[in-house]
């Protein structure tokens, strides 16, 4: 799986913390979009998607302080420290605003960025928001992360389990519980930007189809919501092709299924729908 063919790596000082960045090589003339990891894992499994990205649109992937390559700050690791971090680094990268595209604890930090930093988000690109009362108790969100591993491409260990040795244990409870703690799914109604909601049908740390259609039913015309069926947490590592369609479709302001549909008879995409095929189908 070919991950950086387009992408470099540079260090930035964001809010007086180095943190290190993957970035476009030659700058480009569309919108700038970041790219954040989930719970206690580098951006490195994010690089897939990014790199497909990255012909047209000025793309950063951190990782944040305390992940991967980059040191911890005194602020710490707390959603709120993290959120204050992309500003940090948007600044660092010379970028006054960005679409924020995420995976998993990356939801909770882009929300918490949208509500602390309005003026620097363009649009929100939310991949398996993740965390709030299905994750829990914690032995709940333990089970569900395992059921997960059995579900990515086993590749995905090869970048995981490194992290998450990085990252440390005590660090990755603490985060872990303040990420089962907070409402993933139910902040999305709090974003006022244009969003694309990506889910895997197969995704163990997705709340009930019944909660997703009450939520989603709220968003009203500001979101787009898309489900792959086959793919389980990891979306922008285990289906980049699928996920980089839709969010260029999405950038354009064009048709994001009529689009992904046209290219899946093309090509060996797997099968994308709408949340109404999860309403008629709920299981």
């Known amino acids: 799986m070919p991950e950086t063919a387009t992408m470099t790596e540079r260090w930035v000082i964001a809010n007086g913390t180095p943190v290190f960045v993957r970035l476009s090589e030659a700058p480009c003339s569309g919108p700038v979009i970041v790219h954040l990891h989930g719970f206690a894992i580098s951006g490195r499994y994010m690089l897939p998607t990014a790199a497909l990205l990255a012909d047209e649109f000025r793309t950063f992937v951190p990782d944040l302080p305390g992940f991967g390559r ?129 889910l895997g049908a197969r995704d163990p740390l997705l709340p009930p189809a019944r909660r997703v259609r009450q939520v989603v039913g709220q968003l009203g015309p500001r979101a787009t919501v898309a489900v792959l069926r086959d793919a389980a947490h990891a979306i922008n590592y285990s289906h980049p092709v699928e996920l980089a369609s839709l969010i260029r479709s999405f950038l354009r302001d064009e048709p994001v299924l009529e689009r992904f549909e046209a290219q899946r008879h093309e090509s060996a995409l797997s099968p994308v729908a709408l949340l109404r095929c999860i309403q008629q189908h709920p299981s």
């Not at 006054?96 to 509500?115: H, K, M, P, Q, Y």
């Open 70 to 198: 980059s040191p911890r700050n005194e602020a710490g690791t707390t959603i709120p420290a993290l959120a204050d971090s992309v500003a940090g680094v948007l600044d660092a990268v010379g970028a006054e605003r960005a679409t924020v595209v995420d995976n998993s604890l990356g939801c909770a930090i882009l929300a918490s960025f949208a509500e602390r930093h309005p003026d620097r988000i363009d649009r929100a690109v939310l991949v398996s928001p993740a965390g709030g009362v299905h994750s829990q108790p914690l032995a709940r969100a333990v089970a569900q992360l395992a059921i997960d591993a059995t579900r990515e491409p086993p590749s995905m260990a090869t970048v995981a389990v490194p992290d998450y040795m990085t990252f440390g244990l005590v660090g990755s409870l603490r985060l872990f519980v303040a990420m089962t703690r907070f409402p993933a799914l139910e902040s999305l109604l709090h974003l006022t930007v244009p969003m694309l909601v990506v």
